[in-house]
Every structure is written in C-alpha cells, then in structure tokens.
C-alpha cells in the first residue's frame, strides 16, 4: 500500500522553499528540507493509523502554508508569487533568452 500523502507534504516544502529562496531572494533555509523529510516519514505512519485523518491533515497544511505566513519577514507564497509576478523586469540584466534574441535580431551587427 503506497502513502497518499507524502506528495502533499513534499509540496508544502517545496513550496516553502521556493517561497523564501526564488520569489523572496532569501538564503536557502536547510532546515526546511529535513524537517519535510521527517514530516513525510511521520505523516506516512499517521497514515496506517487512521488514513482518511492524516490525508485530510496533509491536504489541509498544504493550503494553510499557501495562504499563511511562515516567517514574520516574508509573505504567505501566494502573494509573495502575486508580487513576483507583477514586479517589472530588471533593468541591466537580461536573461539568456533575450541575449539570444538580440543576437539572432542583428546577426551583422558590428
């Protein structure tokens, strides 16, 4: 019999470090790794004890980590990634894919 909630409880610290690391441009926290891992270990042992309780805790700590803040100093992830996606691009660094672009554009360009 396979766990069905350990994808849930990956996701919540996937989500957690992308948060911090990729929308906050923060550290990466190593702690948070671990303790997924021990959570998933745990929540797969909930598991054989009372399924329909640890899947529906599983599937509820992934949508309280969305919409709530883990660390005072950042925002929950859905408006860390509202916020990152309506930042306006930065100016002076341009991404591989526009360089190749400008370059495909202008081939003679001296």
């Known amino acids: 019999m396979s766990s069905q ?15 911090q690391s990729v929308f906050n441009e923060q550290d990466i926290d190593w702690r948070i790794p671990v303790a997924t891992g021990l959570a998933a270990i ?13 899947r529906m805790l599983a599937w509820s700590a ?8 883990v660390n005072p100093g950042v925002p929950s ?9 309506e930042r306006p691009p930065r100016v002076g660094k341009r991404s591989r894919r526009d360089r190749q672009d400008t370059d495909l554009a202008q081939p003679f360009a001296v």
């Not at 745990?42 to 640890?54: D, N, S, V």
């Not at 992934?62 to 803040?69: D, K, P, S, Y």
């Open 5 to 19: 909630t350990i994808g849930p409880v990956i996701a919540i610290g996937a989500i957690t470090m992308a948060n």
């Open 42 to 54: 745990a929540f797969a042992g909930a598991e054989r004890l009372w399924a329909p309780g640890a």
């Open 62 to 69: 992934l949508v309280t980590i969305c919409l709530t803040r």
């Open 77 to 85: 992830p859905v408006q860390s990634a509202l916020l990152w996606w």
